[in-house]
């Protein structure tokens, strides 16, 4: 079985198609293949409120050639999904259907709430018997999602990413309001509080660091490594860090929301399983397509 997963989100879009193997209960997903393409349609929504022109030329090649990679690889199944940027804009449903009519593929624009629950089939194998505290920053909002175990207790979408541009007093006003609401949720109560990371910020982050795949890192190891970009220009970051341009001026203001989180909830560490929304999609096809539950799962790399 292959499945084919696309993220529209407001500073990227990605597509990842993968194999399934199936032995018993477990089930294993070998990544065939991933794109990333840097379209920031955050830029038009969260400027002028809706999706321009020029941008949908762009935005109508992209999906023309994901739906025929699709097509090539031969998928028994996809789900193409949007999120803050397509739901937010204006024209966003009316560009889905013209991106239907004209290449044939199907875009979902999904609301916060549905997004959080479709991150949490990428991070559940990652959780245990502890209380967790997901953070994902992406380009045109936030999603704080509350765990015990491996049980979904609250969640929250809040207008605020790395592309989304907020006036300073706008910005203060909304981290008041994430900490109002993580107090709610009765989590700051507890004093072993694991938080997890997803976003291409955070991952990139923890590359810079050096550390294994799957680790953590400390709440000190992220600030420190917040102000070691820091000190780089944007041009200093992608020439001599190595950083993509749409993420080398974005990666500041993201880190900034997962150090501000940590803070509130007093999380003293952070593992980064660098998982995303596309994975979340993947196994929820899986999971639609076939009816079976993922007791156990694994990555395999690419050959």
Same mark, same amino acid.
């Given at each position: ?12 879009? &990605? ?7 199936? +032995?018993?209960?477990?089930? $294993?997903?070998?990544? @065939? ?19 321009? !022109? ?7 090649? @992209? ?36 991106? +239907? ?15 959080? !629950?479709?991150? *949490? ?8 018997? #502890? %209380? ?29 990413? =790395?592309? &989304? ?7 203060? +006003?909304?981290? !008041? ?16 509080? %694991? ?44 020439? @001599?860090?190595? /950083?993509?341009?749409? &993420? ?18 007093? $999380?003293? #560490?952070? /593992? ?5 929304? !596309?994975?979340?999609?993947? *196994? ?6 076939? #009816?079976?539950?993922? =007791?156990?799962? +694994? ?5």
């Amino acid at each position: 079985m292959k499945l084919a997963a696309i993220d529209i989100g407001s500073n990227a879009i &990605r597509l990842q198609i993968v194999k399934v193997f199936e +032995e018993k209960k477990l089930v $294993s997903f070998k990544r @065939l293949q991933f794109l990333r393409f840097p379209l920031r349609l955050g830029h038009d929504v969260f400027e002028d409120g809706k999706i321009s !022109k020029e941008t949908l030329q762009k935005f109508t090649k @992209l999906m023309a050639t994901f739906k025929n990679l699709i097509d090539l690889y031969e998928v028994d199944g996809y789900n193409a999904v949007a999120t803050s940027a397509m739901r937010e804009a204006k024209n966003g449903r009316a560009i889905r259907d013209h991106i +239907e009519q004209t290449t044939g593929l199907k875009i979902e624009i999904i609301s916060g709430r549905r997004e959080a !629950k479709v991150l *949490y089939k990428a991070i559940i194998p990652f959780l245990k018997k #502890h %209380t967790y505290l997901h953070i994902d920053v992406g380009g045109g909002s936030t999603e704080l999602n509350v765990f015990k175990g491996k049980k979904l207790i609250n969640s929250k979408s809040f207008r605020i990413g =790395s592309v &989304r541009k907020l006036y300073k007093e706008e910005r203060i +006003e909304t981290f !008041k309001r994430m900490k109002s609401w993580l107090a709610e949720t009765g989590i700051m109560e507890d004093r072993n509080i %694991t938080a997890i990371g997803t976003g291409g910020n955070i991952n990139k982050l923890f590359k810079i660091s050096n550390k294994q795949k799957g680790g953590q890192l400390a709440f000190a190891e992220l600030r420190a490594l917040r102000a070691y970009v820091d000190e780089y220009s944007i041009s200093e970051r992608v020439s @001599l860090l190595k /950083m993509n341009p749409d &993420r080398a001026d974005v990666i500041i203001p993201a880190s900034e929301i997962y150090i501000k989180v940590m803070n509130f909830a007093k $999380s003293d #560490h952070i /593992m980064v399983p660098q998982v995303g929304l !596309k994975d979340g999609v993947i *196994y929820e096809l899986y999971e639609n397509l076939t #009816h079976n539950d993922r =007791s156990e799962i +694994e990555v395999l790399d690419e050959d």
